[in-house]
């Protein structure tokens, strides 16, 4: 099976994402899931305790480049918020509610945290280009001004 995207590209976007998202403590394996569901584009699996996750991508993703930038950027955001996800977990709440309620209460957490991690990177990958166009802009209009002979 062919990747949709190059293990370089991957770690070369996981590199950033990890800087911008101050996620240096953490180790991250990236795998490819030959075997994924087309529901989902990536799952985070983590370890918190030691600072390590391994991430499996669906290696039958068929999306384009900023769809796949924002997979990478919502896999790690998972870390970045696992210290709240942690707290909530290890709160205490589980025996005091009993199984079932903590079942759909742990269900309804999870959907709600996916929604928000997924906005979240879409927001975070339009930020970049925001920024990547601001820079752009800045850049014209610093020589249009040289151009010109004025000083800003
Ligand atoms: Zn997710």
New binding site residues.
């Given amino acids: 099976m062919r990747l949709p995207y190059r293990n370089s590209l991957l770690a070369a976007l996981s590199g950033r994402w990890k800087h911008r998202l101050c996620l240096h403590e953490w180790t991250v394996h990236w795998r490819w899931m030959m075997d994924g569901s087309d529901n989902y584009d ?1 799952e ?1 699996h983590r370890a918190s305790y030691n600072r390590t996750a391994t991430i499996r991508l669906n290696a039958s993703m068929t999306c384009d480049y900023a769809r796949f930038r924002e997979v990478v950027a ?2 790690l955001l ?1 870390l970045r918020i696992s210290v709240m996800v942690d707290a909530v977990e290890n709160a205490g709440i589980r025996p005091l509610i009993g199984e079932s309620a903590w079942t759909v209460f742990w269900a309804q957490w999870q959907r709600c945290m ?1 929604k928000e ?2 906005q979240l990177s879409e927001i975070l990958v339009e930020v970049a280009e925001w920024k990547r166009e601001d820079e752009a802009l800045l850049a014209k209009d610093e020589r249009e001004a040289r151009r010109k002979g004025r000083k800003r």
């Fill in positions: 990536g985070t919502h896999e998972h996916e991690v997924d």
